[in-house]
């Protein structure tokens, strides 16, 4: 019933940039906690970050100073810049979503980001 819709993946360079995009339907997304993660092959899924409500956001060690989470609750939609990239950074990322009234969880279908030179 509630859909999450990733956008904006692909291939770079090191050292550049992507922006990410979730699109959150049928929803009062006020309400949503959002974040993103980020699975490898052969890797556990890992937290990337995640914003509150209330717009208070946490990082992944690995990512902290060079990726910026947000969310526009107008277009329900919710943001991941990633800034500096490195080949590390290449994984299949995630879109999540928690209704914070009822507690269920959703999450998107992924995006790739490759980053190699």
């Known amino acids: 019933q509630v859909q999450l819709v990733e956008s904006g993946g692909g291939l770079v360079q090191p050292g550049e940039s992507l922006r990410l995009s979730c699109a959150v339907s049928?929803?009062?997304?006020?309400?949503?906690?959002m974040g993103w993660y980020r699975q490898a092959p052969g890797n556990q899924r890992e937290l990337v970050g995640s914003?509150?409500?209330?717009?208070?956001?946490n990082y992944g060690d690995s990512v902290k100073g060079r990726f910026t989470i947000s969310r526009d609750n107008a277009k329900n939609t919710v943001y991941l810049q990633m800034n500096c990239l490195k080949p590390e950074d290449t994984a299949v990322y995630y879109c999540?979503?928690?209704?914070?009234?009822?507690?269920?969880?959703?999450w998107g279908q992924g995006t790739q980001v490759t980053v190699s030179s």
């Open positions: 049928r929803s009062i997304f006020n309400i949503y906690f």
């Open positions: 999540y979503a928690r209704n914070m009234a009822i507690r269920n969880d959703y």
């Open positions: 914003i509150s409500p209330g717009g208070n956001t």
